[in-house]
T-cell receptor
Framework: DSGVTQTPKHLITATGQRVTLRCSPR?????VYWYQQSLDQGLQFLIQ???????AKGNILERFSAQQFPDLHSELNLSSLELGDSALYFC????????????FGPGTRLLVL | GENVEQHPSTLSVQEGDSAVIKCTYS??????FPWYKQELGKGPQLIID?????GEKKDQRIAVTLNKTAKHFSLHITETQPEDSAVYFC?????????FGKGTKLSVKP
């Protein structure tokens, strides 16, 4: 158990809908990362937050957004969902977000029908 | 930007044999190289990491080597066991940003 928690574990929704994925980092970690894992693309970095501020952006679509709250939990919002958004979404956390080990949560499996 | 390539994509070994997975990276500024193990239905779990000021690191049956000049690093698992069967990811990066390889599915046959 890495100490990173993610909810929900599974999510099934329809195209065009909007969902919110939630992540709580390990105790003491200030930085949160979001990744998308699909069969053909491996682990794709989406976005990083540090202490409530966006620090780095990867291949995140404009339909996706995220935020980190004062209590350091983070939410990833996915809107106007498409079939291709079906994937595993992982959250990871690290102490300060610089050259530090990232600890991954168990993931949220999203299925868009 | 950084690109990390990982080979092979699948690897099958007999229990007790060694397994080697190789990765290359493109960004010479990368200075942190972790390896993750992902079992079915779980999130990636860090198994070992190495920083650019070190050439080799060992932890029991697992070792990682880094060749900065050639920009490649490798994971070595000795005396493989069936519970080593999983997907292994290498990653490289700096300043907290990691780029992952596409993974190697390791199967250890009893």
């Amino acid at each position: 158990d890495s100490g990173v928690t993610q909810t929900p574990k599974h999510l099934i929704t329809a195209t065009g809908q909007r969902v919110t994925l939630r992540c709580s980092p390990r105790s003491g970690d200030l930085s949160v990362y979001w990744y998308q894992q699909s069969l053909d693309q491996g682990l794709q970095f989406l976005i990083q937050y540090y202490n409530g501020e966006e620090r780095a952006k990867g291949n995140i679509l404009e339909r996706f957004s995220a935020q980190q709250f004062p209590d350091l939990h983070s939410e990833l919002n996915l809107s106007s969902l498409e079939l291709g958004d079906s994937a595993l979404y992982f959250c990871a956390s690290s102490v300060d977000g610089r050259q530090e080990t990232q600890y991954f949560g168990p993931g949220t499996r999203l299925l868009v029908l | 930007g950084e690109n990390v390539e990982q080979h092979p994509s699948t690897l099958s070994v007999q229990e007790g044999d060694s397994a080697v997975i190789k990765c290359t990276y493109s960004d010479s500024a990368s200075n942190y190289f972790p390896w993750y193990k992902q079992e079915l239905g779980k999130g990636p779990q860090l198994i070992i990491d190495i920083r650019s000021n070190v050439g080799e690191k060992k932890d029991q049956r697992i070792a990682v080597t880094l060749n900065k000049t050639a920009k490649h690093f490798s994971l070595h698992i000795t005396e493989t066991q069936p519970e080593d069967s999983a997907v292994y990811f290498c990653a490289g990066g700096s300043q907290g940003n990691l780029i992952f390889g596409k993974g190697t599915k390791l199967s250890v046959k009893p």
